[in-house]
């Protein structure tokens, strides 16, 4: 009997580690993903598909999206270099999974044109909260303002990409899956 036992307790370990061994696979590639997608449209201003990329990987992972996040912020800092440019990956990628989990019911491209554009609208503001903390308030507040064509650059071009490609990336994962 022990031995039944035993090997039924074998068997759920060595699932449970492919199981993981899977995970680690695919969020690996997402990182992958992300920053391919970055490099790929770096040449051209607060035009990016990551954000993008982030809610859909969310939509299909949900929590674990957070490791995916972190790795990839520790993978620009590498790449790119550490700075205080670097610590609102930290803290601003996590915020768009948290958007992403509460609206996760939502299947219509146009709701996430527009949240995503929003998001693209506040991500310097976002990010003059790094300021706001190592150099006060008017450092943060000077910061947000000459980023804010970038910033409407960014809520535009993130709004219609999320329009054209959302459905057919969601689909395209979902085969995947």
């Not at 022990?2 to 580690?17: C, E, Y």
């Not at 205080?84 to 601003?92: D, K, P, Q, R």
């Not at 999974?97 to 609208?121: D, M, T, Y």
Request: proline content about 3%; glycine content about 6%.
């Amino acid at each position: 009997m022990q031995k039944g036992i035993g090997l039924r307790l074998h068997k759920k370990v060595t699932m449970d580690s492919s199981n993981r061994l899977k995970d680690i696979v695919v969020m690996g590639m997402m990182v992958a993903v992300l920053e391919v997608v970055k490099v790929a449209l770096m040449t051209l201003p607060n035009i990016e598909l990551v954000s993008l990329m982030i809610v859909l990987f969310t939509l299909w992972i949900g929590k674990k999206a957070f490791i995916v996040v972190t790795a990839f912020s520790l993978i620009e800092c590498l790449l790119w270099g550490f700075g205080i440019w670097n610590i609102g990956y930290f803290y601003v990628w996590p915020i768009l999974v948290v958007l992403a989990l509460i609206l996760k019911k939502q299947s219509n491209p146009l709701v996430w044109a527009i949240v995503l554009g929003f998001f693209g609208l506040f991500f310097g503001s976002l990010f003059a909260l790094t300021n706001l903390v190592l150099s006060g308030p008017e450092a943060a507040i000077s910061y947000a303002i000459s980023g804010l064509m970038f910033d409407v650059v960014h809520c535009v071009s993130n709004f219609i990409s999320t329009l054209v490609l959302f459905k057919p990336l969601n689909s395209l994962i979902n085969k995947i899956k």
